[in-house]
């Protein structure tokens, strides 16, 4: 899931069955999240200007797997291609230092654009290729900035098997940052990651008028930094609920923490959440809006912003 994958026809089917027949004069509301960030803090400490150069890099890093939008244990449709192009933009002006409080920082915007392309191989297999681009202004407007290809990811994900309802996979993806940048290069330019995902969809109140169906979706990986940069472990979960037959209200959330080894910075974590609603304009196509921040770190950006996102299927 942390690379975007998208719930496969057959895992919609399963969870639009699981829920009984839809109320046709249904409300539709849409679910805002208000996320409040601890400001006591932001006199504490103020951070270096190379501090924060080093921290550009994982603040780019960790949104790219922000960009996660459905389930990532379901495998797509044997034949069928998604594409998935996305928007974020986000605005910072705070930092976690090392001890997890606020602290003032250069003021950084950041605008990032991918496509997602996943391609059902066969019923268990789904091949994945993202591209994606950044602009990140330092001090912005006037500051220093870093525009171009940001990552090259490819990778596949395995359908293990489904115990009950459960649905269980494996996830290997490989990640290039080709950016020349110094002042703003990633620790390490090349990424391999591997881990397991578990996807479950349900329905609550079956058969009555407040009938409605969702899914559970957790992913744990290990990503391996080539470089000597620190590795990392990843852990997402989503939430979602398919308030009617063509909304998908989604709740999420993405961890980072640095393992073993030393980088200059010092070790981090970081941990984003993510709102947003899916609404399906045709069975081929699909809008995405929703709102991010980071709630939680060390030695990472504290940022807010918010995300749109078109897709496809062929």
Request: hydrophobic share 45%; glycine share 10%; aromatic share 10%.
């Amino acid at each position: 899931m942390a690379q975007g994958a998208g719930l496969g026809n057959a895992a919609e089917t399963r969870i639009r069955r699981a829920s009984g027949s839809f109320f046709i004069g249904q409300v539709q509301a849409l679910v805002q999240n208000v996320v409040v960030a601890v400001s006591s803090a932001c006199g504490c400490v103020v951070l270096s200007r190379n501090n924060v150069l080093r921290l550009l890099a994982f603040s780019a890093l960790s949104l790219g797997s922000a960009t996660a939008v459905l389930a990532g244990a379901f495998p797509q449709t044997a034949g069928e291609t998604q594409v998935i192009s996305s928007w974020f933009f986000s605005e910072s002006s705070v930092a976690f230092n090392s001890d997890g409080l606020l602290a003032r920082a250069p003021a950084l915007r950041s605008h990032d654009v991918s496509t997602l392309l996943e391609y059902g191989y066969d019923a268990d297999t789904t091949l994945i290729f993202k591209p994606s681009f950044q602009r990140l202004d330092l001090t912005a407007p006037s500051g220093p900035a870093s525009r171009g290809l940001a990552t090259i990811e490819a990778g596949v994900r395995r359908r293990l098997g489904i115990l009950g309802d459960v649905t269980l996979s494996a996830q290997a993806f490989s990640r290039l940052m080709p950016d020349d940048d110094a002042r703003f290069a990633a620790p390490s330019r090349l990424q391999l990651e591997a881990g397991l995902a578990a996807g479950l969809p349900f329905s609550l109140f079956p058969g009555s008028l407040l009938s409605f169906a969702g899914f559970v979706d957790v992913s744990a990986s290990l990503v391996k930094q080539i470089g000597g940069a620190q590795d990392e472990v990843r852990a997402e979960a989503t939430l979602g609920f398919q308030s009617s037959e063509r909304m998908l209200v989604l709740y999420q959330v993405f961890s980072v923490w640095s393992l073993q080894g030393a980088v200059p910075g010092g070790p981090y974590r970081r941990h984003k959440v993510q709102s947003s609603v899916v609404y399906l304009v045709t069975p081929q196509w699909r809008v995405q809006l929703g709102i991010f921040a980071t709630v939680a770190g060390a030695t990472t950006r504290y940022e807010r912003g918010v995300m749109s996102a078109l897709w496809r299927r062929f």
